[in-house]
Structure formats: C-alpha cells, structure tokens
C-alpha cells in the first residue's frame, strides 16, 4: 500500500525563545527541519513526502528541499492556525492508502522507528511510536493537588510518527473540526479506533525548547 509522510513544520519558536521558527535551527550546521526530511527520504516504505510550513516560510522551506536534494517531497503547502489544522491540509494533499504523521521537530526518529509503525499500522490500522513512562505520574485538580495515581506500567509518552488510514483520519478530522486535540491518536481514540503503540527510542524527541536542545546537541555528539 502506498505510503505518505505528512511532515508538520509550520510552528512558532515562542517556547524556544526565538524569533525564527524552531525547525530552522541549525543541528551540526544542518537545519532541523532538513535532518527530519532527511530520515523519511532514506525510508523505503515513504513513497511521497508532504511538507506542510507555515505560510510565510514557504518559499523558504522549498529551498531546503531543494538544497538538501530531498526528492520524495511531492507538496509543500501551508498548515493552518493549530496543528490539528496543519495536518488536515497535509492530509488533503497526501495521495498514499497508509499517512504517517510527524513532527518537523523530531529529527531523531529513525528508518526502523518509521518502518516499525508501518508495519503496526497496517496490522492494527492505527499505530503510534512512543516510550513507556519511568517516573510516577500524577493527575492534579486546577488547585495542583493530587487526584489519582495512574498505574505507570499502563502509561505511555507518545510521540510521533503517527500512522492511519489516510481515508479513515481524513474523516476523523473532518467530523472533530474546531475541536482541539493534542495528536491524531486522540482523535481515533476518541471515535473508538484501536491504536498500537510502537516502542521507539528515548532519542526520539520533539525539540521544542532550549533544554531540548542542548540534548539534541548531545546526542549529535554521541553521534561522531
């Protein structure tokens, strides 16, 4: 079946406390945003990528298309005011049976990660990667104070990519519009679907603030 990857870079850097989007930030001289594409160009079942950016950076992001010769990008389109937003127009524009979701700003995820949650989605029709939790969680009121302890052997950090049927989240996001979920699994979660969670490695991280990113540089690091 043919696959997409719905690449989502169309953010702000307000909780990295910059200026510029963070998908821009250089990562051993190389753009972030270009390490991520990199990844689902060296993967086999990815037979088209679609970049959504935000709309101001478009012609920005086609460069770097262009610049780092990443050839399996059929569409560069803007996303919309929320991510939930932005994956639908990547959803609209995707061609493939199988979608698989993913942040711009994972750009540690690996071939396998991305091929393993392929697999699982075809298997269960929904698949997420994510990592069991370590530290105990606890659920608070609007006042901080302790409510409940979930069991942490039930409890997953999910993170991306996130694989569907294309037609079936298609439909899901077309029926939760104006709604605000967090990623697409909340949104098949929501309907009832089965989701599988796929384990992936704890390099696997969303870049998102300035600790982030000096673990990004670290793993870089590790790396060499």
């Known amino acids: 079946m043919q ?25 051993g001289g190389v753009p972030m945003l270009a390490r991520t594409l990199a990844v689902f160009e060296a993967c086999s079942v990815v037979e088209e990528i679609v970049l959504v950016a935000a709309q101001a950076e478009l012609e920005q992001a086609k460069r770097l298309v262009q610049e780092f010769q990443i050839s ?18 990547g959803l609209c524009r995707a061609k ?13 995820v690996t071939v396998g990660e991305i091929e393993a949650v392929y ?6 029709g929904a698949a997420a990667a994510g990592t069991p939790v370590k530290d105990t969680i606890k ?7 302790v409510t409940d302890t979930p069991p942490r052997a039930l409890l997953w950090a999910a993170a991306t ?3 569907f049927s294309r037609s079936r989240l298609l439909s899901l996001h077309e029926q939760a519009v104006g709604s605000e979920a967090t ?4 949104l098949a979660e929501q309907a009832g679907d089965r989701v599988k969670m796929v384990q992936c490695g704890e390099q696997n991280i969303k870049i998102t603030t300035p600790e982030d990113l000096k673990l990004a540089e670290l793993f870089l690091k590790n790396e060499t």
């Not at 697999?119 to 269960?124: C, G």
């Open 161 to 163: 990519p996130q694989g």
């Open 96 to 108: 493939g049976d199988i979608v698989l979701i993913h942040d711009g700003a994972r750009p540690f």
């Open 119 to 124: 697999q699982e989605t075809l298997t269960w």
């Open 139 to 145: 659920q608070v009121n609007s006042q901080g104070l």
């Open 183 to 186: 990623d697409d699994c909340m």
């Open 72 to 89: 399996k990008v059929a569409c560069v389109t803007p996303g919309g005011k929320s991510r939930q937003e932005s994956v639908y127009q």
């Open 3 to 27: 696959c997409s990857g719905v690449i989502v870079a169309a953010g702000s850097g307000r909780r990295m406390g910059r200026d510029q989007n963070k998908q821009w930030i250089l990562l």
